[in-house]
């Protein structure tokens, strides 16, 4: 089973890119760059990865962010992820970067994109893995600053295919950003939000009515609402479920409780990943095998789920029919 689930050909359509920095490069960073980190070393700070919550491990990532300061920060972070990914059986990702969390710091958005876009198109010659990247507007800044990061970005246009929401949801709901995420679906982008993984099912309503947007990351509390389920179901709109990171924020206390397995009995479009696998302890090949392990899950719950990522990626269909 192990051999199998790890040649597998996988999708990963749920990952941070700024969650994909290992400690270690962390402090090579820092030192590099002349930064200061609220910890001593690298054991230091695998000690302070113990969440409560999503905002517990939000005030950590972003303050690890702080070390990426130029081009070849990003470069190598990429290439770092990248390499995990292909090693797992990873053959296409669309990765979530945040450029309000650089911009802020006074790190150019274009350092950040070229960076990202460079990691992109090094690791297609090395492994022949796809890489899409999707702008993530962080929900708790104001709703004018999505607006000025993406006009920013517009210049890197070609660089990335979607847009998407994330930090503290909470409080946070998505309906505050309808007016960008029009603008952005007039550019022609895609677009996602993260919604139901701490926020009630509510939020999920407004991604798909005011957001339109053709994915949910997490979504797990859509489990809480039966009409919300029936729409999932009838449309096929995806779930990009992060099994570790629900149980590292402590959605869930065990993964024997996890619904991944609800959710997929109830025909909806499950797909698994590893939302910040620097933080939470796995990569999306271990994220798998947890919740395999879990969950009980068959090899043919395990391939469709794998399957699942391929149809909800944002591949043209030609690529897609590769691996169908
Ligand atoms: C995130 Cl787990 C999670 N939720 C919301 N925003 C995020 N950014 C990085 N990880
Ligand atoms: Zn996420």
Same mark, same amino acid.
């Given at each position: ?23 270690? *490069? /962390? ?21 302070? $990865? ?9 005030? %950590? ?30 053959? #296409? ?12 710091? &006074? ?6 994109? +070229? ?8 690791? !297609? ?6 890489? $899409? ?22 210049? $890197? !246009? !070609? ?39 701490? &926020? ?28 919300? /389920? #029936? !729409? ?13 990171? =629900? ?16 959710? %997929? ?35 043919? =719950? *395990? $391939? =469709? ?16 029919? +590769?691996? %169908?």
């Amino acid at each position: 089973m192990d051999q199998w689930l790890a040649a597998l050909p996988k999708t990963e359509l749920h990952v941070h890119i700024e969650g994909t920095l290992e400690p270690e *490069l /962390m402090f090579t960073l820092a030192r590099r760059n002349g930064v200061s980190l609220p910890w001593v070393d690298v054991e230091g700070v695998r000690a302070a $990865y113990r969440f409560h919550n999503l905002q517990s491990f939000l005030d %950590l990532y972003y303050a690890g962010a702080s070390v990426l300061q130029t081009e070849a920060d990003f470069f190598q972070l990429a290439m770092a992820y990248f390499r995990r990914a292909v090693a797992d059986g990873v053959k #296409h990702c669309e990765v979530f970067f945040d450029p309000q969390t650089h911009i802020d710091r &006074g790190i150019d958005i274009g350092t950040v994109i +070229r960076g990202l876009a460079r990691a992109a198109e090094a690791i !297609r010659a090395e492994s022949g893995l796809s890489v $899409y990247y999707i702008l993530c507007f962080l929900r708790h800044l104001s709703a004018e600053s999505a607006m000025q990061t993406l006009l920013d970005a517009l210049p $890197y !246009r !070609r660089h990335f295919v979607g847009v998407g929401l994330d930090s503290s949801e909470v409080g946070n709901p998505p309906e505050r950003f309808e007016t960008v995420f029009e603008q952005a679906r007039l550019e022609g982008l895609q677009r996602v939000a993260h919604a139901g993984e701490e &926020g009630p099912p509510e939020y999920i309503w407004q991604a798909l009515d005011l957001l339109r947007v053709a994915r949910i990351d997490h979504g797990v509390r859509a489990e809480e609402d039966p009409q919300l /389920m #029936h !729409r999932l179901q009838q449309e096929q709109i995806p779930l990009t479920v992060c099994p570790l990171s =629900n149980l590292k924020l402590k959605g869930v206390d065990d993964l024997r409780q996890h619904n991944l397995k609800r959710l %997929l009995d109830a025909g909806l479009c499950v797909t698994v990943n590893s939302d910040d696998p620097a933080y939470f302890d796995g990569y999306v090949l271990a994220n798998y095998r947890a919740v395999a392990a879990a969950l009980g899950l068959s090899r043919e =719950n *395990l $391939y =469709n789920i794998a399957r699942n990522g391929f149809v909800a990626s944002f591949l043209p269909e030609v690529e897609k029919a +590769r691996w %169908l």
